[in-house]
Structures are given as structure tokens and as C-alpha cells.
């Protein structure tokens, strides 16, 4: 089969399906009218006046006339807080555990009739209407959260809510998850309901495959980070508030949280952007440290058809003297699109394909859907329907859908021993070959011509034994599926980090692995959401994600396609994927120049594999994501907050990408410091605004006076590239050394460095004291002025 058969029958395939996924829509109509009762009429609720208060440790319950408040300051200076007797537990978005209560953190009485609670980092402060301010020790207002308003159906039933939240006027709000627009979000509403945009997405898309409820707030004030812990579908509406709005006063950002069910709780946490972005994965788990080869280049392609076109591709990078590290194969090497099977006619020998592929230092990663062929005789379903795996609706018929195999089920990952089963399933993937997974289609989809390509609501799910619907499970399926997944590569591979990447997630989905951008249209604007939302997730937690490279649904020009690349090989995943029917990806399709360039690209790629792997083990210890707003270090800086074209690449480099055609110069807004252009070397000062030239062979990037970079040498053997501070001022890093992909714990190397008598001194910082650097050293900037 040639390529040209292969799109003509993908094209009748999407045909055929059409058909089916218009009944099946129609069919989930009908079964949530049946399973889910109308509201019919609402009562209205609000908390009321404070009646009493029981103070227990780290703060206490607050009783009011119609609800009550639970209040907890943490040992780590995180604060709960719950309506309506909701407690941190059950969540799916903590790691474990929640942290203990301060002792020394104790509820009492406060002005006007409220209370207050104390601690070393953080006050609480309740009004006797129930209003709650968090603020900083010195006294300052980051958030008040107003009196919630609940409605609820007279006849029983979910209740819903609202919660409005006021924030300085000055602040900027970010996060909510994968954000097309952004990372900056500015004001409108924004849907909390991951999903599949049926095609290709630009700015402005809104949502995406990955939402949740998780806001950092940065003002003048200070940094704070909010997660509203609840998986209902919601909507949050921002509002950026105005200083000296209507006589002289300050109008103040607003927040508004609306979901249609579940607890009314929330964390907080307040801080640098470091200690809050630390404070959050201590919650929500550590991100998961990739093994150090899936931080190289890596090339998918849906369509690739056959083994023999792999090989051609994998030969043409090696023929081209082009680094690779991965290739992902996607749903077109299944039979028939069925999950863990593999077509044997056009991939004969898939495990030799692997091995020799291994052997030349290139891994294949899988493509995994969660849909299931409701098909006889098909293994997968046949043991899963044995184990009561899938999926039900209230009758307790299983719940089917329409996505690429045709008529398809759904496990249940909110259940224990489905995600048992589910795990074990992937020892298939592992026999033949493959290194690592990428979880696709599991917002979880199933094709609609309208709606949402998704279950029905009313479909019933296990919710780790408290039962309950699609509503609540929806936003966490993909989460659970990467759970379930994780779990069973550790257990089938005990001595390997395991690599997954999922389209949909959660809060805490950083637990089990990163994610990837979806379906970004091919064009300058999806260019532009590629880097909003690496940034966004960054914020959220999510620190290992990239871009489909070029863009998943066009043919590229060579100029765009190289910008795209050069943007990549600077973001933690770099992947070049594409639709079936879309233009290729391979850097030689797209001529000499654009080759050149790419390769320059590729190998600056591999030279700071060091780096990357520093950072993704500081992303372990510290939750510090790769990629970084400009603002990360300085989020004081207004003009800095509202930068959204430019990033940092851990604590040393800047990176400039250029977003717009034609452009062979840019802007770059610098923070503070030192900043060396690191191909010709020119010194600027910080903060300020310089011009750069932004050639067609390279995007600029900047180096931090004094830091300390890990990069690979021209033979192979790291070393340390310390780029001169400047006059008076002192640098430094950490390192973290390669100690290959399993659980070993490597040792963090910290080096400072300073100017003496026009010398640059490195020293490694030991625990009894100091010494020479453990690896070789190479200056660069020395003698270069602003």
C-alpha cells in the first residue's frame, strides 16, 4: 500500500464512521435523558452569620447559619480550606496523604465577629459572613475569596455552585491547565471539561484536552496558587482588575469558579513562584523524572505505514549525520486500529525492527488509545469483559462508543483492578519492542458530529469504590489511565523509569509522566500556542510537554517549519508529528537550507542533553518547571508578567523564539543581570529591552552572566560551560549528573563562580567545604562589555 492508498482509505474509513458516530451520539442522548434527571426547581443557599467555632489544630470548623467552614494551615504553610463538612480526602489530585496540620498555627477570634488563623508564612483571616483573605505575614491581601452561593435541586441531587474571588488590582492570573491563548490569561471564560477540539486548534480554541481547576495569581504583593479540588465540569470567568478605577480607587481582578457539582474545597499556597510551584508537587506529586534518551529528538508520523518506511526514515537521519533518539509509531500499525495488536503484514517483525533500531540508539515508543473493539473473539475485550472492566450505563449494559477500531467500550480507570488489568496489558507493548507510551484519545473520545465527542454523563464509574458518574469522572480519566499505565510499566519493568506522555490529564498528572500539545494547526498562530502552552502546564506542575513540530494538520513552509524546530529543540519534548494526510516532517523534505539549519538545531539539541537532564531531575526535587516565564525570578517585574514570547530554560539560558514570518531581528525583554547572546557572544545588561538578530540559521538565545551550564563536549565527555559574571557580581548552578534510567538517586553538584583579577574562579561546594570543579571547565564571555 502507497501512501496515496493509504489517505483514500483513511478518507472512506472517517466516512464510514461518520454513520456510526451519528448514531452513537444520538444513542447518548437517550441514554442520559434517561439517566439523568432534570434539576427541575432549585433552592438557593448562602453560608450566613457565623454561629460558633471549634478550634482544632493548624485552625478549626466555623459553623454558620446554613453551612460550615473547615479552616487547616499545614506544616508547610499550605492552607485548606472546605464548605458543607468537605475535607481534603477523597482527591484525586493529591499525591498522597495531605500534610499535617500546624500545631503552632491556632484559630482565634478576629475583628467585627470573624476569626483568624496565624502561621509563619501565611494568615487567614473569616469574616462572620463567611468572606476568607489570605494573606501574606506582612499584612497583604493576595485573595479573598467572597461568600460561596450554592443551588440545589429541591428534589435532591448535586449541588451546584459559585465562588467569587477578588485579587489585587495589578495581578495577572495564569494556568487553568493547557491554554491555547496565553500563558497569560486574559479576561473571558474558560471551560473546565477536557476536550477533543474535533480537528486542529489555534489561540483562542477553548478547552483543550487539559483542564483543571489550578490558578497562579502574581501581583506586586506576592505570588499564590489556588486549586479549587473538584473534577466536575466547571467554568472559571477572570477579569483583570485596573488601578485607580473610578475615584482614584483600585477595581480589583476578579475570579469566578462555577461547577455544576461536588465539593466546594480548596488549597492555597503563597510565596515566591518557586516556593509555591515546590509547595504545589509536594501536593500533587514530584513530576516523574523521564529516562535521559527521551530528552534527545524524537519523530512520529501518523502514516508511516510499514516497517520498511520506519527503517527509510530512521536511515535518512542517519545517512544526514541527524541525532534522533525516538520514533513514535501511531495508530496505523495496529491491526485494524485495534490497541495491542500490531499489523503483521506491513510490520512482519516489529520486535527485530525494535532491536535493530536499539542497537543504532533509537527507541520506538507506541501509541495507546483506551477504546476497546466491542468485538468477540478480540482478546482485549473479551478478558476485559470477563473482568467487568468496561464502562456501564445505569441500566448496567456497557456503555459503547464510536472512535478508530468502529463500535468500541471504555475501561474503567477509576477502578483499582481495572487499571490492574489494564497495566498488565502493556507487557505486549513491551515484548515487541517498544521503550516507552503515549496515551492518545482519552479525554476519553468517542466521534460526534455534535456535542461533546465524549461519554454520556450518566455512564457509571467505579470512583475508587465510591461510585458515582461521568460528570465526576470525565475530567480525571485520562489522569487515571496514566496512572494505570505508570503503574504497570514499573511493575513489568521494576529497574527502568518508566516514559509516558497522555493527551488528557489532570491536576497531578505530572505523577506519571508529561504531555504533548494535541492537534495545533499548522500556521504562525499555532506556533504562537505551542509555546502558551508548554508555559501554561509549566505553571500547573507539568513540566515535561512539547509541540507536534510543524504542526499536526498542514504542510509547513520551510520557514515555519524551521522556526517550529528551532522553538522544539529548545522545549523539554521534541517531537516532529503530523496527520496522516498532512505534509512531511523530516527536516530534508523541506530542502538544503532548511536541512543545514536543523541540523545546527539538532546538535545544539544533544549538546546540552546535560542540561536537560539537570532540570529534569531538579523538576523531581524542586517541581521547578524546564521552561519558565520571564518573570520566574522577578515577579514584581509588570512588564516582565505580561512578556509571553520569550522564556527561561531552567536558571541560566533565555530563549527568543521568532513567532512572526519574515522576521530576522527581534525584541527580547531582559530581567535583571548579565545576558550573553550565546552565538556572537555581545554582553547585555538587565532589565531592559535590546534588539537581536534572529537569522534564518538560529533563534536567539541568551546566557546568564555566572551560570554554570552542563553541556556535552566535542568528545562526548561533559563539561561545564560557565558563562564570565560581571564586574563585583557572583554565578553559580547545580548539576545533576546522568546516572542512567533507573531509580538510582543521583547527587546534586552545586558550583558558584565569580571574577578575580580577570580570572574566572569555579568552585564545587562540597559538605566540607569547597574545591575544583569534578568536571572540565570552559569559558565563555570573559572580556565581552555591555
Not at 453560608?47 to 466555623?62: F, K, N, R, W
Not at 499550605?78 to 495531605?98: K, Q, R, T
Not at 527503517?311 to 485495534?338: E, K, M, N, T
Not at 494505570?484 to 510499566?489: D, I, K, R, T, V
Request: glycine residues 14%; neutral net charge; proline residues 8%.
Amino acid at each position: 500500500m502507497d501512501g496515496r492508498d493509504l489517505v483514500r482509505s483513511v478518507r472512506n474509513f472517517r466516512t464510514l464512521q461518520g454513520l456510526r458516530a451519528a448514531r452513537s451520539a444520538w444513542r447518548q442522548r437517550r441514554t442520559d435523558a434517561r439517566g439523568l434527571p432534570a434539576r427541575g426547581a432549585e433552592r438557593a443557599r448562602v453560608p450566613g452569620q457565623v454561629t460558633g467555632a471549634e478550634p482544632l489544630s493548624g485552625g478549626g470548623i466555623l459553623r454558620f447559619a446554613r453551612s460550615e467552614l473547615r479552616i487547616c494551615v499545614t506544616t508547610g504553610g499550605a492552607v485548606f480550606w472546605g464548605w458543607d463538612g468537605a475535607g481534603p480526602e477523597p482527591s484525586y489530585g493529591l499525591a498522597d496523604a495531605p500534610p499535617e496540620p500546624d500545631p503552632r498555627a491556632e484559630l482565634e477570634p478576629d475583628k467585627e465577629g470573624g476569626f483568624r488563623v496565624v502561621s509563619q508564612r501565611v494568615t487567614v483571616a473569616v469574616s462572620r459572613n463567611g468572606a476568607i483573605d489570605i494573606r501574606t505575614p506582612g499584612g497583604v491581601v493576595l485573595r479573598r475569596d467572597l461568600p460561596p452561593r450554592w443551588w440545589e435541586p429541591v428534589q435532591g441531587g448535586p449541588a451546584r455552585w459559585v465562588q467569587r474571588t477578588e485579587v489585587p488590582a495589578d495581578a495577572r492570573f495564569f494556568g487553568l491547565g493547557g491554554r491555547a491563548a496565553g500563558p497569560r490569561l486574559r479576561d473571558g471564560t474558560y471551560r473546565l471539561w477536557n476536550t477533543d477540539p474535533k480537528g486542529s486548534f489555534v489561540p483562542g480554541d477553548d478547552p483543550l484536552y487539559i483542564t483543571m481547576p489550578v490558578q497562579l495569581v502574581v501581583s506586586d504583593g506576592g505570588t499564590h496558587l489556588a486549586f479549587l479540588d473538584n473534577s466536575w465540569e466547571g467554568r472559571v470567568t477572570v477579569r483583570e482588575g485596573e488601578e485607580g478605577a473610578g475615584s482614584g480607587h483600585d477595581r480589583p481582578g476578579t475570579s469566578e469558579v462555577r461547577m455544576d457539582g461536588g465539593p466546594l474545597r480548596c488549597w492555597v499556597l503563597v510565596g515566591s513562584p518557586a516556593r509555591v510551584l515546590s509547595g504545589w508537587t509536594q501536593l500533587a506529586g514530584r513530576p516523574a523524572v523521564p529516562p535521559a534518551w527521551a530528552l534527545g529528538p524524537q519523530h512520529a508520523r501518523w502514516g508511516f505505514g510499514s516497517e520498511r518506511e520506519v527503517r527509510r526514515i530512521v536511515a535518512g537521519y542517519r545517512d544526514r549525520d541527524l541525532p534522533l533518539s525516538a520514533v513514535h509509531l501511531d495508530i496505523d500499525h495496529y491491526d485494524a486500529h485495534q490497541v495491542f495488536t500490531v499489523d503483521q503484514e506491513r510490520f512482519p517483525d516489529l520486535p527485530g525492527m525494535a532491536k535493530d533500531l536499539r542497537d543504532d540508539g533509537v527507541r520506538l515508543v507506541s501509541i495507546v488509545d483506551p477504546a476497546v473493539k466491542a468485538e468477540r473473539g478480540n482478546a482485549v475485550y473479551d478478558s476485559g469483559a470477563a473482568a467487568g472492566a468496561f464502562v456501564l450505563d445505569g441500566r448496567g449494559r456497557e456503555v459503547r462508543g464510536v472512535v478508530w477500531p468502529g463500535d468500541c467500550v471504555y475501561p474503567d480507570f477509576t477502578d483499582p483492578r481495572v487499571r490492574d488489568w489494564w497495566g498488565e496489558l502493556y507487557e505486549e507493548r513491551l515484548a515487541q519492542g517498544f521503550s516507552g507510551v503515549w496515551h492518545d484519545m482519552n479525554e476519553p473520545v468517542s466521534f460526534a458530529p455534535f456535542g461533546d465527542m465524549t461519554l454520556p454523563r450518566s455512564a457509571r464509574h467505579a470512583l475508587e469504590g465510591r461510585g458515582g458518574d461521568h460528570r465526576e469522572a470525565h475530567n480525571v480519566y485520562g489522569l487515571a489511565m496514566a496512572r494505570a499505565g505508570y503503574e504497570g510499566l514499573r511493575r513489568l519493568r521494576p529497574d527502568e523509569r518508566p516514559f509516558l506522555f497522555s493527551r488528557s490529564g489532570w491536576a497531578g498528572m505530572q505523577r506519571y509522566g508529561g504531555t504533548w500539545s494535541g492537534d495545533v494547526a499548522t500556521g504562525w498562530p499555532g506556533l504562537r500556542a505551542s509555546l502558551a502552552l508548554v508555559l501554561g502546564l509549566g505553571l500547573c506542575g507539568v513540566p515535561y510537554s512539547g509541540p507536534d513540530v510543524g504542526g499536526f494538520d498542514g504542510s509547513p513552509s520551510p520557514e515555519l517549519y524551521l522556526r517550529w524546530f528551532q522553538l522544539g529543540a529548545q522545549l523539554p519534548l521534541f517531537r516532529t508529528h503530523a496527520a496522516i494526510d498532512a505534509g512531511r516532517r523530516e527536516p530534508w523534505e523541506f530542502g538544503p537550507v532548511v536541512l543545514a539549519h536543523a541540523k545546527s538545531a539538532l546538535d545544539e539539541r544533544v549538546r546540552l542533553q546535560p542540561y536537560f537532564v539537570t532540570l529534569a531531575h531538579l523538576a523531581r526535587l524542586t517541581g521547578a518547571p524546564y521552561v519558565r516565564p520571564l518573570w520566574w525570578d522577578c515577579p514584581e517585574d509588570r512588564v516582565l508578567r505580561d512578556c509571553e514570547d520569550a522564556f527561561l530554560l531552567g536558571d541560566a539560558l533565555l530563549v527568543a523564539p521568532v513567532l512572526e514570518r519574515g522576521a530576522d531581528r527581534r525584541a527580547v525583554r531582559l530581567p535583571r543581570g548579565r545576558w550573553y547572546d550565546t552565538a556572537t557572544g555581545q554582553a547585555y545588561d538587565g532589565p531592559g529591552q535590546v534588539l537581536v538578530d534572529a537569522p534564518l540559521s538560529r533563534i536567539p538565545v541568551l546566557a546568564r552572566g555566572g551560570s554554570v551550564i552542563p553541556v556535552r563536549g566535542e568528545d562526548g565527555a561533559m563539561e561545564l560551560e560557565v558563562w564570565a559574571p560581571a564586574a563585583g557580581r557572583r554565578g553559580g548552578g547545580l548539576v545533576v549528573p546522568d546516572v542512567g534510567d533507573g531509580w538510582e538517586q543521583p547527587e546534586v553538584e552545586r558550583y558558584t563562580t565569580k571574577l578575580v583579577n580577570g580570572q574566572v574562579l569555579v568552585k564545587q561546594i562540597k559538605g566540607d567545604g569547597s574545591g575544583p570543579p569534578r568536571w572540565r571547565v570552559r569559558v565563555r564571555g570573559l572580556g565581552a562589555t555591555a
